[in-house]
C-alpha cells in the first residue's frame, strides 16, 4: 500500500486511508509512524494512540455531514482543536497526579509525628493536684485577665537588648508566676481567666533560615513546653482559679511544608495538640476549667462585655476588625485581643455603652530578637493582666515587665 499522499487525494481521505489501513493490518507500521506522516510531529505511541481516536471521531462525524465542501485548513482546525482537548485532559490527569501525591505526602508526615507525640507521651506519669491555698473574697463587681503569647519556645539567640534560650523561657514564665502571685495579694482575686494567644513554640516549618536559631526540633518543642505548662498552671491554681483559653492557630505553629503558603494546611497546628493535652492533663484540677475554642477566633464574655481574640497574624486591618468581626458572629464585640506583634498598646477603635471599643496588643515572652533589632523596634519581653468593672469595663491594666 502507498503510505504517502497522493497528488489528487484531499487530506481527509488521507487519514481515514492510514487509520483504516493501520486498524485492519493492512499496513504494518506503529501509530507513531502514521502521526508523523499526518502532521510531521513525533509521539509516544501511547500518545498518538489517543490523538488518533480523536482524530478518527472527527472524520466519521464529517462524514455523517458530507465534507466536499470543506477545506484542509477547517479539517485541520477541527484536529488542532482535538488536540487541545486531548492535551488537556493530559494536564488534568497530571494535577490530579501531583495533588494526591502532595496529599500522601502531608498525610504521612503527619501520622509521624502523631506517632511520635504518642510514644513521647506514654512516658508522662499522673499530674497530682497541687498544694492549693486558701481564696481570697473577690469583689463582684470585678474580674481579671491574664493574657501572654510567643513565647517561640525552642529558639535561641542573642540580640542588642536581649537574649533567649530554654532556660531563660522557664525563668520568664516563674517570673510572671510570682507577679501573678503578687496582683492576687494586692486585689484579692479569686478567680482570673488566662489568655494565650499562639506562637508558643517557635516551630520548624515557616522558612529555612529559622533553622539556625533552633535549640531543639518541632516535636520536642512540643513536649517539654506542654508539660510544662501544665505544671506552671496547677502552681497558679494553688492562689486563684483559673478558666483558661488559647487561640488555635498561629503562624510559627503551622506543620507547614517548606515551599508551601502560609495557612495551607491551617488545621495541622501545634497549638491544638497543646490545648488537647492540657485540657486532659487539668481535668482532675477543680480549680481549672480548660476552655475549647470551636471556631476561628476566641469569643467569650466578661460581665457584659463581649471580648474577640486570635493570634492575630492573618489579621488585615486591626482597625476595622472589632467592627468586622461583630458584623459576621452578629455580636457586638467591646474588646479584641490579638498578639504576633511582640509589643503591648492598646486602641480605641469605638464606643460602647459604657465604654471604649479597643484593640488590645499582647506583648511576647520572648521579647526582642535579632529581625527587631534590624528594624530598630521592639518591646520588652512581658504579659498583661487587665481589671474589668461591672459598670466601665476595661478599668485597670499591669504592664508585667518579664525581662
Not at 485492519?24 to 505511541?45: A, C, R, V
Not at 470543506?70 to 494535577?95: A, G, N
Not at 486570635?310 to 486591618?317: A, L
Request: with cysteine; proline share 2%.
Amino acid at each position: 500500500m502507498e503510505l504517502q499522499r497522493q497528488p489528487t487525494e484531499l487530506f481527509l481521505d488521507y487519514a481515514d486511508r492510514l487509520i483504516e489501513a493501520k486498524e485492519n493490518n493492512i499496513i504494518d507500521i506503529d501509530k507513531s509512524e502514521i502521526w508523523e506522516l499526518l502532521f510531521g510531529e513525533k509521539f509516544s505511541s501511547d500518545e498518538v494512540r489517543k490523538r488518533l481516536y480523536g482524530v478518527k471521531k472527527i472524520i466519521s462525524k464529517l462524514k455523517e455531514e458530507g465534507y466536499e465542501n470543506i477545506t484542509e485548513d477547517d479539517v485541520l482546525r477541527k484536529i488542532d482543536l482535538e488536540k487541545i482537548s486531548l492535551q488537556k485532559e493530559k494536564y488534568k490527569i497530571q494535577t490530579l497526579r501531583l495533588d494526591l501525591n502532595r496529599i500522601i505526602r502531608e498525610s504521612s508526615r503527619t501520622e509521624l509525628l502523631y506517632e511520635e507525640f504518642i510514644l513521647t507521651l506514654k512516658e508522662c506519669e499522673k499530674t497530682p493536684l497541687p498544694q492549693f491555698k486558701e481564696l481570697h473574697n473577690q469583689s463582684v463587681s470585678k474580674q481579671y485577665l491574664l493574657s501572654f503569647a510567643d513565647s517561640h519556645f525552642g529558639k535561641e539567640f542573642e540580640s542588642i537588648t536581649n537574649e533567649y534560650d530554654l532556660d531563660i523561657v522557664y525563668k520568664r514564665f516563674n517570673k510572671l508566676l510570682s507577679e501573678i502571685i503578687e496582683i492576687v495579694d494586692e486585689c484579692k482575686i479569686k478567680k482570673l481567666i488566662i489568655l494565650a494567644l499562639g506562637d508558643l513554640v517557635e516551630g520548624m516549618c515557616l522558612r529555612i533560615s529559622q533553622l539556625t536559631s533552633l535549640k531543639i526540633g518541632i516535636t520536642k518543642q512540643t513536649v517539654q513546653f506542654m508539660r510544662f505548662m501544665v505544671q506552671w498552671l496547677n502552681k497558679v491554681s494553688e492562689v486563684v482559679e483559673i478558666t483558661y483559653y488559647s487561640t488555635p492557630y498561629s503562624n510559627h505553629g503551622q506543620i507547614r511544608p517548606f515551599g508551601s503558603k502560609a495557612n495551607e494546611f491551617v488545621s495541622e497546628d501545634m497549638e491544638q495538640i497543646i490545648f488537647a493535652y492540657i485540657h486532659d492533663r487539668l481535668e482532675n484540677n477543680p480549680r481549672i476549667e480548660v476552655v475549647e475554642c470551636e471556631s476561628k477566633h476566641v469569643i467569650f464574655s466578661i460581665f457584659d462585655y463581649n471580648i474577640i481574640a486570635s493570634h492575630g497574624h492573618d489579621i488585615k486591618n486591626p482597625i476595622d476588625f472589632i467592627k468586622d468581626a461583630s458584623d459576621k458572629y452578629k455580636i457586638f464585640f467591646d474588646y479584641a485581643f490579638f498578639a504576633h506583634k511582640h509589643s503591648s498598646g492598646t486602641k480605641a477603635v469605638g464606643e460602647g455603652q459604657t465604654n471604649n471599643c479597643e484593640i488590645i496588643n499582647v506583648p511576647s515572652i520572648m521579647g526582642c530578637d535579632e529581625y527587631a533589632d534590624d528594624l530598630l523596634v521592639g518591646s520588652k519581653a512581658g504579659a498583661t493582666l487587665i481589671e474589668f468593672t461591672e459598670k466601665q469595663g476595661k478599668r485597670k491594666t499591669y504592664d508585667i515587665i518579664l525581662n
